[in-house]
């Protein structure tokens, strides 16, 4: 897996962040600037928008401890991040019910690649503590957000993994080596982060997950390309497309057909495409306030 930048971050441009102690958001310091938007607009969610919520998630925002008028920031105008807010917390869900499904069908081993701020692990420890849970990222976030777990007294248990890489380096083999037995069935998450990577580097990543042991299960987030994404939103998807180019120097937007085509070239036995139809149907529908996902983000599921 080859990138110069790697994080749960979604279809958003990196941007500037705060998080505390962090000094200048970015990798080498602490999550960047789009990790930090993206743990936001979780709290958001549950901070302006009305109940029932797809998921309740303050605890990214108490490690990134903002500025008090957080709120007030241009990317957190409700009105027009609204989509990108309901595709964010339906896609982490999404993946939520699928590892508490895993759980159930006894996987005991759960990867996070570009675990960014992910909070599953403080949030829900009673289906975490089910695994060995791998949070891979690169070193800066990571001790970023060690130290502020511990600084908001949050213990990391014995199967809390961090596994800090370079991605452009041997990271599967540093994977193995926190623990991670390849010979037994996991979930993996990739959630918000095939579109900084080159296509042969996401197909090299589905390759080396194809790999995994019969059993295993791939949930995948991707973007859209802007023609394929409902006309009232493409010109903010152009625009985070050249952001993320701007910031990343890749930006890789895939159609359902190629992403679904790629997995299964790599090897994986099923494949599945989540809509962003199939996730309004699944955690949005009969709401009044119209809260509805962004059409230019959706899901792959993929089984060994």
């Not at 213990?155 to 991605?167: N, R, S, Y």
């Amino acid at each position: 897996m080859v990138t110069r930048r790697l994080s749960r971050a979604g279809w958003v441009s990196a941007a500037s962040g705060q998080p505390r102690g962090a000094g200048r958001a970015g990798p080498a310091t602490g999550p960047d600037g789009a990790a930090v938007r993206v743990a936001l607009w979780r709290a958001l969610h549950v901070e302006i928008d009305p109940p029932p919520h797809v998921t309740e998630d303050r605890t990214g925002l108490q490690l990134i401890a903002p500025d008090p008028d957080w709120r007030q920031r241009r990317d957190m105008n409700p009105r027009y991040t609204s989509p990108a807010r309901a595709s964010i917390v339906a896609r982490a869900r999404f993946t939520e019910d699928l590892v508490a499904d895993q759980a159930e069908a006894g996987v005991g081993q759960y990867v996070l690649l570009g675990a960014g701020v992910d909070t599953f692990a403080q949030r829900r420890p009673e289906i975490a503590s089910r695994f060995a849970v791998f949070e891979v990222d690169q070193p800066g976030p990571q001790a970023w957000k060690r130290r502020r777990l511990a600084e908001e007294g949050f213990a990391i248990p014995q199967w809390l993994h961090f596994v800090p890489v370079d991605f452009e380096g041997p990271w599967w083999e540093q994977l193995i080596e926190a623990g991670f037995d390849p010979d037994r069935p996991a979930v993996v998450a990739s959630i918000g982060v095939v579109m900084y990577l080159t296509e042969d580097a996401t197909a090299a990543t589905l390759a080396r997950l194809a790999a995994l042991t019969s059993g295993s299960t791939l949930v995948m987030s991707f973007m859209v390309p802007p023609e394929l994404v409902e006309p009232g939103e493409r010109r903010a998807v152009q625009g985070s497309r050249r952001g993320m180019r701007a910031a990343a120097g890749v930006a890789n937007f895939y159609t359902p057909e190629q992403l679904v085509d790629l997995a299964r070239q790599a090897g994986f036995q099923d494949v599945r495409y989540v809509s962003p139809a199939d996730l309004t149907e699944r955690y949005f529908a009969g709401r009044p306030d119209g809260l509805r996902p962004s059409s230019a983000e959706a899901l792959i599921v993929a089984t060994t």
